[in-house]
């Protein structure tokens, strides 16, 4: 507390018996912080109290008492160096035990173990105390209203959105309606190719579980972890898709068109965006990177759609001509071609 320069003793001296009337004893004074929010990207919070009058500097002549409701969360007993905790919040401890002595009394705890609410931080240095309170608050994506402003750190774009994960769930369910079309198609309409169908609708009934499991791993919201590993079950099995693409095109084509490398390339492209998204939506949290997810699987299921329409007019071509497509391109070969088709087909 500074005072003018020309102030009577007599007035200092009346001034320091009036606070200490006030007070009881002498005060510490914190910085004031009202409340501190999170999100379901926290896994650890800190409630921060920070003392900016302490005097002695010595952890040692300091005692600090984390409490909600009245209850002792967690103390430090600087001159026995001993802490406590309550069984609910294993993991609190003090932000830095260092920094207390420099008035930081700050308690880090996990996420899960911190219910919201008013938190008190009561500290005592020698015979001088004070206590602060801080309301801890979670951000949800269903209380963030339209008017705040979408800037970068905007805590309410950082769980993953219900709309995006509804886009991602629908993407997901097209990619597995075309590939059991490809195959529906194969089986209605390709009468000539029989070999190796049960192994690409095995293929094609895992990737569908897989993508079940994906979904109700992922739409469900609240836990970050299981919506993140909802996201892997997302991604991950697409490598899946490539294979069957390429054995679906096998199967009908017998060689792999261009044409079919083409599509398995653009198909190979969106997996790989989408991996990039994962990868980078694990490592951190925004949900902005979502959307590269988003467009990854975007690209996979234009091109299941595109391979649909492809596999739909060779089939459909080879069951009028009665000819494989091979055939057409090689005139020359057509009469040989087309006695084997017809054996093979009278093999099934
Ligand atoms: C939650 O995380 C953000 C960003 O890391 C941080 O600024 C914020 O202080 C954290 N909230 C709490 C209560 O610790
Ligand atoms: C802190 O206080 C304790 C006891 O009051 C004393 O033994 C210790 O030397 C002090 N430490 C420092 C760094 O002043
Ligand atoms: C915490 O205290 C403030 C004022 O003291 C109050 O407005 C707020 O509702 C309290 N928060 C909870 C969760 O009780």
Redo the contacts with the bound molecule.
Sequence with gaps: MSLPAPCPPLLLLLLLLLGALRHGSAQLVFSPVDFVERDACNTTVVLPCHVVNLKEHNDSNMFVAWKKQGIVLFSFDGAQQRVYRHETVPSANLLSQQDLSKGTASLKLKSSEAE???YSCEVTELNREGET?V?LRTVTVDNCGEEKAPTPDNKCGRQFDFMESVVISVLLFLIVVFYWAQIGVIALKCETVHKNKTYVAVGCAIFTVLAVIAVVLFIQGGNITINKVGLGFVVLPAVILMVLQYYIFKIVLVDVTRKGYILIGLQSFGFVVALVGFALCISACPSELLSVVIAGLAVMAFEDLLALLYMYTSCSRMKDHQTPRKAVEEPLNELKTETESTAEMNDG
């Design positions: 919201d609410g008013n309170k309301d």
